[in-house]
């Protein structure tokens, strides 16, 4: 059974690009939810996705955008990047079975400069 | 408004030294209250779920409890390898596994 990956593990981007960070599923996990933390905050929920479309989302402006492919892999794509966009970016999979835990990918570290 | 608050921010214990963190929630219609632990660097690490007052779950060192507004983490005897950064989380809605979660309680064992 494979773990959640994500790639790329560390990322530099310039104020105002765009960036598109990717994540694939635990085996046998349909859901992928999207959390940014930043440094000595706790995760804070951007979005899920459930059989490829948007499934909730927290209070992030629509510059955060998301992708779900039919093998469940995901991407998170954020427009016109600003320095607080800099964060620690996790993906986590799940089952679609409410209540239920949430199994996390090492994440990707954004650095906005 | 629903918030899950943890404390204290940051904890220091000598090896051997057992103490609790606290974790207090105000989500409405609780369904559900997750541990988990995060190395630096690294994503956090499914420890425990408690679904009901009064239910605990233990895993080695570790003892999870939980009441009606607050759950505590227990660590008997730590050891050095038992620091990390302790988080908790309640589910933000029924339709899936989207968490609040706190800003999580540092902790150092000290050999």
């Known amino acids: 059974e494979t773990g959640v990956t994500q790639s790329p593990t560390h990322l530099i981007k310039t104020r105002g690009q765009q960036v598109t960070l990717r994540c694939s599923s635990q085996s046998g996990h349909n859901t992928v939810s999207w959390y940014q933390q930043a440094l000595g905050q706790g995760p804070q929920f951007i979005f899920q996705?459930?059989?490829?479309?948007?499934?909730g989302r927290g209070n992030f402006p629509p510059r955060f955008s998301g992708l779900q492919f039919p093998n469940y892999s995901s991407e998170l794509n954020v427009n016109a990047l600003e320095l607080d966009d800099s964060a620690l970016y996790l993906c986590?999979?799940?089952?679609?079975?409410?209540?239920?835990?949430?199994?996390f990918g090492q994440g990707t570290r954004l650095t906005v400069v | 408004e629903d918030q899950v608050t943890q404390s204290p921010e940051a904890l220091r214990l000598q090896e051997g030294e057992s103490s609790s963190l606290n974790c207090s929630y105000t989500v409405s219609g609780l369904r559900g209250l997750f541990w988990y632990r995060q190395d630096p660097g690294k994503g956090p690490e499914f420890l425990f779920t408690l679904y009901s007052a009064g239910e605990e779950k233990e895993k080695e060192r570790l003892k999870a409890t939980l009441t009606k507004k607050e759950s505590f983490l227990h660590i008997t005897a730590p050891k050095p390898e038992d620091s990390a950064t302790y988080l908790c989380?309640?589910?933000?809605?029924?339709?899936?596994?989207?968490?609040?979660f706190g800003t999580g309680t540092s902790l150092t064992v000290i050999p």
């Open positions: 986590a999979s799940s089952l679609q079975v409410p209540n239920t835990e949430a199994f």
């Open positions: 989380a309640a589910p933000r809605s029924n339709t899936g596994n989207q968490f609040y």
């Open positions: 996705y459930y059989r490829e479309e948007e499934n």
